[in-house]
Nanobody, 116 residues
Framework: VQLQASGGGLVQPGGSLRLSCKLS????????MGWYRQAPGKQRELVAR???????NYADSVKGRFTISRNNAERTMHLQMNSLKPGDTAVYYC???????????WGQGTLVTVSS
């Protein structure tokens, strides 16, 4: 399975970005999908996760600002990020966890920079 992430960029505080992740080589419905991020000098952390049936969970730091979604037919996952803060600056990675084998796959990462 391969994951292709896109949508990062530079945005001012309070702005919005939408990240996308495209899965190829398998069916999206097999996977619990997630977004992780890693800021400079920090460990990678979970941002949001969505199960095949659409159940979501979010890091406390992004609740109410970020929305994760998926389209199994199109094999895509999105992260709508609103009210962005400088603390959201990081490389964002999409993750696919096979719910049957528990194998993890990672995308290449996309940089989000929140700065004025």
């Amino acid at each position: 399975v391969q994951l292709q992430a896109s949508g990062g960029g530079l945005v001012q505080p309070g702005g919005s970005l939408r990240l996308s992740c495209k899965l190829s080589g398998s069916l999206l419905s097999f996977y619990i999908m997630g977004w992780y991020r890693q800021a400079p000098g920090k460990q990678r952390e979970l941002v949001a996760r969505i199960t095949p049936n659409g159940t979501t969970n979010y890091a406390d730091s992004v609740k109410g600002r970020f929305t994760i979604s998926r389209n199994n037919a199109e094999r895509t996952m999105h992260l709508q990020m609103n009210s962005l803060k400088p603390g959201d600056t990081a490389v964002y990675y999409c993750n696919a966890n096979n719910q049957y084998t528990r194998q993890d796959s990672w995308g290449q990462g996309t940089l989000v920079t929140v700065s004025s």
